[in-house]
């Protein structure tokens, strides 16, 4: 018996939805609601199969985030994306690696819905522009132009920085140990002189509610828990395709995911709001 399709390419169309919305439960409901329409299609119709459900869960997906986004700008405080634990093999894929970092997902999250829906088919996926046009209800001259301009904003945001994985982990195990330490010294000379932390509460946990720069204020923050009567864990884990820290000050996790430039942390996301730390133990599967 041949597998449904959709069961076959489940991990691809989960990555397209998930590199729209930043949030992996916005895209299994957007799966869901997918899986529901392909039921009704008639497949002898259907030539290529994976580009027809790539289509169906694009315009979910960008249906899901025209409604997000009135919602993400009431967020309380910093709205970072939901990471997920991914094996290390992610990153053998370095475009989709850095395609689904949490540095590029926030980036992301300042485009436009369709912006971020051409950029994400035709930069990630490679998806051509007539396709495209097809999914947004657009000309394929206006989806080029899109994508042109939505190139160009995320270039001017996105970390420049490609370090060697070898490079990054040395980093962030160090970060790591200073972190378990708390000891101020030794967190200011892993991270950069202008570097800057972003935390996300949702307003549900404690969380700085604007980003903090400089080594100083974020050393101290990041040391002023007292580690001498409260349980403090932090164990080097693969976020979203790259190396990063799982966190547990008495009992409440947070996901640390760093930027590394020279061998120094240049940016922190630091995740706190429970909502988004539900997939920390089971890994996610993300394909192209």
Known sequence: MTEDPFLAHRSLLFTVAYEMLGSAADAED????SWLRWADVDRSQVRDARAYLVRIVTRQALNRLRTLSRSREEYVGEWLPEPLLTSPDVAEDVELAESVSIAMLTVLETLGPTERVVFVLREVFEMPYGE????VGKS???????GRR?????????????VSRSEQQAVVERFLLALRTGRLQE????????????????????????????????????ARADRTVTRFEATAVWL?????????????????????????????????????????????????
């Open 240 to 288: 979203n395709g790259a190396p990063a820290g799982r966190v547990e000050v008495a009992g409440e996790p947070a996901a640390v995911s760093l930027v590394v430039d020279g061998g120094q942390v240049t940016r922190i996301y630091l995740v706190r709001n429970p909502q988004k730390l539900t997939r920390l133990d089971v890994r996610a599967e993300l394909t192209r």
């Open 187 to 222: 967190l200011m000379e892993v991270m950069s002189p202008d570097v800057v932390l972003i935390a996300d509460g949702g307003g549900i946990v404690a969380a700085v509610e604007a980003p903090i720069h400089g080594v100083e204020l974020v050393a101290k923050l990041l």
């Open 140 to 146: 394929a001259a206006t989806v080029r132009q899109i």
């Open 30 to 33: 957007v799966l869901q609601e």
């Open 132 to 135: 495209i046009a097809e999914v």
């Open 150 to 162: 939505a190139r160009g904003h995320v270039a001017a945001r996105r970390p420049r920085v490609r």
